[in-house]
Structure formats: C-alpha cells, structure tokens
T-cell receptor
Framework: AQSVTQLDSHVSVSEGTPVLLRCNYS??????LFWYVQHPNKGLQLLLK??????LVKGINGFEAEFKKSETSFHLTKPSAHMSDAAEYFC???????????FGTGTRLQVTL | NAGVTQTPKFRVLKTGQSMTLLCAQD?????MYWYRQDPGMGLRLIHY???????AKGEVPDGYNVSRLKKQNFLLGLESAAPSQTSVYFC?????????FGDGTRLSIL
C-alpha cells in the first residue's frame, strides 16, 4: 500500500527567503510522485512530477523537488519565496496502473512581508 | 479548451435530498475520478472509472454512486444526502499521469 506523510501542516516564511516543504512516502513499488498546489477556492494545479527519470525535478514557478529513495523523501524547495506562493501544497504518490493517487494531508504555506 | 468542468460550483441540500454532480472533460481521457476534500485530510478518492461504462470504488465510496455512460462525462450521485457529506468535491481526469483537476463543487448538507 502507498502512503504519504507531509511533515508540516503549516510553514511560514518571509518573502525572498527559501521555502522547504517536507514529504515522506511509503510505496511497495517504484512510485510516481507529484506536488500539487491549491490556491484558495481553486482546483489543484500540478507543480512537478517524478516518474523514475532524473531525481532532481524542476517544476513551474521556480519550484523543484529531489527524489531520495534511501530516505523515502520528496521534499519541495524554492530558493526565494514570493507572496503569490501562499497556498496549500499537496504531496501525492501513485503506484497504480489505474493512476490512482494518494494525497498527503497538505502543507499551508504562508508568505509574509 | 475547457479541460475539466464541474457543475454546479455550489449547492446547499437538506438531509435526505438527492442530487447529481456532473464532471465533463474535453481531453479525451480514459480515466476519471471523484475526490472529496475535507479540512486536514487532503483529498480522498470516492470512485473512479478506467473507461466508458466502467466504475470502481475508491477509498470512501459509501453513500455515493457514479456512472460513466459517455467517455467525456462522469456523474457522482448522492441518493440520500447526510451532513457528513458536506465537503468540497473534485473531479479529475487523465490518460496516464498527471491528473487534471476541475475547480471543485462546494456542497453543504443541512
């Protein structure tokens, strides 16, 4: 069975400082991993995905994530936070041929001036 | 290109009423999914479909039914709404990964 643990329910950073959102996963097989972002009252937008190619994955809006199999982690980072990055972020795992996703509980990112 | 469209966007029901949520996608995707989102719980899969005419149960299927009569549409039904079904419902579609999401339906059951 697959599962995802997002280690922080809430992260607060100042604008212009680095962002780190932590995610650990559990999977019986070689998983696909994703980060989605959800702005208030909106649907989910894909930030980036890992599907067994390069372990460092670059996404949209300057985000990137590194797949570390030995640590079963897939942390999301950004060098410099912007006010528009304030949102809910979900780490997601899939190992299923029907492409079913298992979501983490989310991390709310707050960006302050 | 609209992507994934959910109808309605908001709805308030009384306990015991029934309703159907509609999801339509214009990307010719084979797979479609219904999720519910509750505070602090992420998204949980209700039902999904791997093709026209097929449906399968997800993690939290009780109290819901679905139908996929046409490839582009996936309907979620509540036969007798309960307050515990108050949630935000998201539809998604895909061929492989990633899934594409609609903007959600906010449903309140009084």
């Amino acid at each position: 069975a697959q599962s995802v643990t997002q280690l922080d329910s809430h992260v607060s950073v100042s604008e212009g400082t680095p962002v780190l959102l932590r995610c650990n996963y559990s999977s019986s097989y070689s998983p696909s991993l994703f980060w989605y972002v959800q702005h208030p009252n909106k649907g989910l937008q894909l930030l980036l995905k890992y599907t067994s190619a390069a372990t460092l994955v670059k996404g949209i809006n300057g985000f990137e994530a590194e797949f570390k199999k030995s640590e079963t982690s897939f942390h999301l980072t950004k060098p410099s936070a912007h006010m528009s990055d304030a949102a809910e972020y979900f780490c997601v795992v899939s190992e299923d041929t029907a492409s079913k996703l298992t979501f983490g509980t989310g991390t709310r990112l707050q960006v302050t001036l | 290109n609209a992507g994934v469209t959910q109808t309605p966007k908001f709805r308030v029901l009384k306990t015991g009423q029934s309703m159907t949520l509609l999801c339509a996608q214009d990307m010719n995707h084979e797979y479609m999914y219904w999720y519910r989102q509750d505070p602090g719980m992420g998204l949980r899969l209700i039902h999904y479909s791997v093709g026209e005419g097929t449906t399968a149960k997800g993690e939290v299927p009780d109290g819901y039914n679905v139908s996929r009569l046409k490839k582009q549409n996936f309907l979620l039904g509540l036969e007798s709404a309960a307050p515990s079904q108050t949630s935000v419902y998201f539809c998604a579609s895909s061929n492989t990964q990633p899934q594409h999401f609609g903007d959600g339906t906010r449903l309140s059951i009084l």
